[in-house]
């Protein structure tokens, strides 16, 4: 592994870390989604707002952060093969135009 690449593989892994115990150290602080922090706001700004609709079926956690996982994975999937296609695809083009010398 080229040293440029270990040392950014240090930075992330410092950022991530950094963050995490920064969040952790502060007070009340939790993790929490940012659908549930929406709900409390408004809560707080207008106790007496009604929704427009209810969740058809709202999953347990268990199942909730397994389907973003799911959601994720085939979104980095779809991005990478993506990705790989245009390089390929570079590269073709790359050859066939040194081939033509």
């Given at each position: 592994?080229?040293?440029q ?8 892994v ?10 952790s ?25 009604q929704?427009?609709f209810?969740?058809v ?9 397994g ?35």
């Open positions: 592994m080229k040293a690449n270990i040392g950014l593989l240090l930075l992330a410092a950022l991530i870390v950094g963050s995490v115990w920064i969040g150290h502060q007070e009340g602080a939790e993790f929490a989604g940012t659908d549930g922090q929406a709900m409390a706001l408004v809560a707080a700004l207008h106790p007496d707002y929704p427009w209810d969740f079926w709202e999953p347990p956690p268990e199942i909730a952060s389907l973003f996982a799911l959601q994720a994975a085939l979104g980095a999937g779809i991005l990478g093969y993506y990705l790989g296609f245009r390089r390929g695809r570079a590269q073709g083009r790359r050859d066939r135009a040194d081939a033509g010398d």
